[in-house]
Structure formats: structure tokens, C-alpha cells
């Protein structure tokens, strides 16, 4: 292992595996991409414990940590307790305040409790919840990134991404959002970088641009 690589560790959006970041390609003698996956939380596991468990897998320090959505949520926690080079958050919120109405109304009612979860096999469900939209003419492509469809983790998930109770944005993030993000459409406004035609996909659809510019912003 080269000691001079930085190391970069990816973490998915909620439902999704880490295929997601299959085309995220940096320059090889300077970067070294880790895949990080979500595991099945512990019955009452709070986020921050979860988020403790889920630097267990972080094996090297001063690491640039990149999350996706929920998992941008996830990484803002485990910033807490790592030593970190950059900490980079896509299509994600800053705090509870950018989360839309739809969710902070499931908050107040506690209505996530009673949501039909148990359905989320059904891939057209699952898209509408992990990416804001149905599935249409993309069977196969949701089929291959969402694949995370275990009832105990997409209730603990939804939960925690609800109940999230930061008060003000990480001050050392790197946010990057879409102007056209369906799933959290408030989320442009401050210290972000937007990015012109983004959907809450697009670590996927325009990975061009991260292949780019990710370079620039973990150096700058």
C-alpha cells in the first residue's frame, strides 16, 4: 500500500449499494477509492452508535470521507469521531431545517412509524423513497444500485433521517447539490456548491463532473 495515496471512502445513499460510485474513476497515483456499505442496524441502535460502527471500517486517518443522501447525513456523524482530510457531502441536507415539508410533517405525526416498509421490495417503491422518483423505463439500472430493501434497516433509516436533529451545516463540509433535486429541494442555499441540471442522482448521471472536480476540491 502506497503511504502517499490519498485514501477516499464512499458512502451510498439510503437503499443503495455502493455501485453507485462504479464510475467514479480519480487519478490512481494519488487516490486510492474505498467502497463502503450499509449494514443492518441493532434493534434501538441510535445513529450516532451506528455512526461509531460505521468507522470501524475506516482503516487509514486523515481520509477524504464522501457521502450520498442519507449517507451524507451518515458521514457529517462519523466526521465527529474521525480525523478526516476532506469531508465531502452530495445531494444531501446541512441540517434539519433544508428537510422538506412531506418529512418534517412524518417527524411531528411520528407517522415513519407506520410506514409500508415491508413493500419495499417492490423496486418502483423503493426508487420513489431512495431517489424521488419511479423507476419508468430503468428496471434494471434500479434494480442494480438498490438493492438494500431489509425491513429493519429501511425503518431505522427513515427514522433516523427524519428525526436528524442537526441544528447548523457541518463547518468544514464540502456540500454539492443539484438545482434539480426532487428529494431535498431546499438544500442549495449557503456554503454549497450547485450544480446546474444535478438530480439526486447524480453521482450516477453526471459523474463527469465529480471525476473532474473532486480532485480540485479535496487538494484545495
Known amino acids: 500500500m502506497n503511504p502517499q495515496l490519498t485514501q477516499i471512502y464512499l458512502m451510498p445513499g439510503m437503499a443503495a449499494n455502493p455501485s453507485i460510485f462504479e464510475h467514479i474513476d480519480l487519478p490512481k497515483n494519488n487516490y486510492e477509492i474505498h467502497w463502503l456499505e450499509w449494514q443492518i442496524p441493532n434493534k434501538n441502535e441510535t445513529?450516532?452508535?451506528y455512526a461509531l460502527r460505521m468507522c470501524t471500517f475506516i482503516k487509514h486517518d486523515?481520509?477524504?470521507?464522501l457521502g450520498v443522501s442519507?449517507?451524507?447525513?451518515?458521514v457529517q456523524e462519523m466526521s465527529k469521531y474521525l480525523n478526516l482530510k476532506k469531508l465531502?457531502?452530495?445531494s444531501s441536507v446541512k441540517s434539519h431545517h433544508e428537510l422538506p415539508k412531506r418529512l418534517k410533517l412524518l417527524k411531528v405525526t411520528k407517522a415513519y412509524k407506520f410506514l409500508p416498509t415491508?413493500?419495499?421490495s417492490n423496486i418502483d417503491l423503493l426508487a420513489k423513497y431512495a431517489f424521488g422518483e419511479t423507476i419508468k423505463k430503468r428496471v434494471?439500472?434500479?434494480?442494480?444500485y438498490l438493492s438494500v430493501n431489509d425491513k429493519t434497516y429501511l425503518d431505522w433509516a427513515i427514522k433516523q433521517m427524519v428525526c436528524w436533529s442537526q441544528e447548523e451545516a457541518h463547518p468544514d463540509a464540502i456540500y454539492i447539490h443539484g438545482d434539480n433535486d426532487a428529494v431535498f429541494p431546499h438544500s442549495c442555499?449557503?456554503?454549497?456548491?450547485?450544480?446546474k441540471g444535478g438530480t439526486h442522482i447524480m453521482i450516477i448521471n453526471k459523474y463527469k463532473w465529480f471525476?473532474?472536480?473532486l480532485p480540485k476540491l479535496i487538494e484545495g
Request: glycine residues 10%; aromatic residues 6%; charged residues 20%.
Open 47 to 49: 445513529l450516532k452508535d
Open 70 to 74: 442519507f449517507g451524507g447525513v451518515l
Open 189 to 195: 442555499v449557503g456554503n454549497c456548491i450547485v450544480i
Open 118 to 120: 415491508q413493500l419495499m
Open 211 to 213: 471525476n473532474e472536480n
Open 62 to 65: 486523515n481520509v477524504v470521507l
Open 140 to 144: 434494471d439500472l434500479y434494480k442494480k
Open 88 to 90: 465531502i457531502v452530495v
